[in-house]
């Protein structure tokens, strides 16, 4: 009876094992069962009953996207150009072409105040500006800074600027010349951002400079400047109109302080923040000559400038909001030293 039994429990192990689609295996005749086990196989099941979470809208929903998340744009239709969207691509030698209106930035600003009404969240009307004011701070800008060097290039040949001690001098200097000379005219022109203000600053500085390189420095910094500022901030279109009937009349000079005092008045800055403004980028512009002509390497020189920061603040509360009549020179060292940089046998920068 025992062997019964353990021959019917090998018999049923063998077949449920072995089984395939509830059938037996083939079993010749005359052949005794035994225990086999073969690889198992997996099933996989999928649960039908599970409950997919549904994203809900926001109520109300954005006026922009109506709660889709996404908006389409009507001028390319997604193809990220304006120019015959109807084919799949351009044809060979044809580019993209995909143009901005002139109040593309103000028309952004007031969808983004819409919006946020919906919201009941308040949002700042110069928060896009912001960004106009950080970038005309960027080295990044293609204004010719870099090479105009503040007669630094001509202080290190002629042995008055050698170690590291020497150059913060140097550019204690530079910015109070900077402060005496330059920011009345960007104060000014930053109150006043008009093309009849401008043009009479500029004849007024054009006058004033009597170093030929600083000159010629001040000129090509301005050009450069308001050439960017008309082309990159279109969402002022006042800065285009100005630099084209300006260029038209062909007696504006396009000196440097008066045209960055402008922008800033165009791009919301108030007098002393411009003053300041144009303080930093000199300061920025020295150190990074410094730094090209390997005085001092990139970490000394951000030091550097962190270090003479408080003192530029100083400089700046001593000079800020004054009248074009009080211009003057303080540094006439520093003058004398940049009219010899055309002498220079060899040299980086442009002045």
């Not at 929903?61 to 998340?69: F, I, Q, R, T």
């Not at 701070?137 to 290039?153: K, M, N, Q, R, V």
Request: glycine share 6%; charged share 20%.
């Amino acid at each position: 009876m025992g062997f019964v039994v353990t021959l019917s429990l090998s018999t049923t192990v063998r077949n449920e094992a072995t089984s395939f689609n509830g059938l037996s295996p083939y079993q010749p005749r005359g052949t005794l069962p035994h225990l086999s086990i073969r690889k198992p196989s997996w099933v996989v099941r999928t649960e039908s009953n599970v409950r997919k979470k549904v994203k809900k809208k926001p109520d109300p929903p954005c006026v922009v996207c109506e709660g889709s998340g996404r908006v389409d744009c009507h001028r390319c239709q997604g193809r990220g150009r304006t120019n015959m969207v109807h084919l799949e691509m351009l044809p060979k030698g044809t580019f993209s072409n995909l143009t901005f209106p002139v109040n593309f930035g103000r028309n952004i600003i007031s969808l983004i105040m819409q919006t946020n009404e919906e919201r009941e969240k308040p949002v700042f009307e110069n928060s896009f500006l912001q960004w106009s004011q950080w970038q005309l701070l960027d080295s990044i800008l293609p204004t010719g800074g870099f090479a105009h060097s503040f007669g630094l290039e001509a202080a290190v040949q002629s042995r008055l600027v050698s170690d590291s001690n020497e150059l913060k001098t140097f550019l204690i200097h530079v910015l109070e010349n900077t402060g005496s000379l330059f920011l009345p005219f960007v104060y000014l022109s930053c109150m006043s951002p008009n093309m009849e203000t401008w043009h009479k600053l500029d004849r007024i500085l054009d006058a004033t400079l009597t170093n030929e390189v600083g000159r010629k420095a001040s000129i090509s910094q301005g050009s450069a400047l308001m050439r960017v500022a008309s082309a990159v901030f279109a969402e002022i279109p006042s800065l285009k109109t100005m630099r084209d009937s300006s260029m038209k009349l062909g007696t504006v000079s396009f000196h440097h302080a008066p045209i960055f005092g402008l922008t800033c008045g165009a791009l919301g800055f108030d007098s002393t923040s411009s003053q300041r403004a144009f303080m930093f980028i000199t300061m920025r512009d020295v150190v990074s000559a410094a730094t090209r002509l390997n005085l001092i390497g990139p970490l000394g020189a951000a030091l550097l400038q962190h270090q003479v920061a408080p003192i530029a603040e100083v400089i700046l509360e001593k000079w800020m909001n004054r009248d074009v009549e009080e211009a003057c020179q303080t540094m006439p060292l520093l003058d004398t030293v940049q009219g010899c940089h055309g002498y220079l046998f060899s040299r980086l920068f442009s002045s």
